[in-house]
Nanobody
Framework: QGQLVESGGGLVQAGGSLTLSCAAG????????MGWFRQAPGKEREFVAG????????GYADFVKGRFTMSRDNAKDSVSLQMNNLEPEDTATYYC???????????????????WGQGTQVTVSS
């Protein structure tokens, strides 16, 4: 069974930066597309960023507006999400997810993801 473990969340002031990391285990990592999602209290889970299994495709939610950068390291079975210019509206629990990738694309629908991490809290103060 696959396991995903996020780290790197915390409290930051508006305009600050954080880098989230996700380490994968128990899966053939380079067969999986990865995604970052977030959920704020009282709100639906939403897609943040996704990366195909290789270096081909990366996609972002519109609200990212060029502030976030997702990357993956297949040699280390890990992905990261560099978040800059954070806003209070970015406050949420951030989740890493993995899904088998048969087409080399970005998967924006959380329902297709097979494995999820436990989440890491990001709080942005104004």
């Amino acid at each position: 069974q696959g396991q995903l473990v996020e780290s790197g969340g915390g409290l930051v002031q508006a305009g600050g930066s954080l880098t989230l990391s996700c380490a994968a285990g128990g899966i053939r990592f380079d067969n999986y597309a990865m995604g970052w999602f977030r959920q704020a209290p009282g709100k639906e889970r939403e897609f943040v960023a996704g990366h195909s299994r290789s270096a081909g495709n990366i996609g972002y939610a519109d609200f990212v507006k060029g502030r976030f950068t997702m990357s993956r390291d297949n040699a280390k079975d890990s992905v990261s999400l560099q978040m800059n210019n954070l806003e209070p509206e970015d406050t949420a629990t951030y989740y890493c997810a993995a899904t088998r990738d048969y087409s080399g694309r970005v998967y924006r629908d959380g329902r297709v993801y097979e494995y999820w991490g436990q989440g890491t809290q990001v709080t942005v103060s104004s």
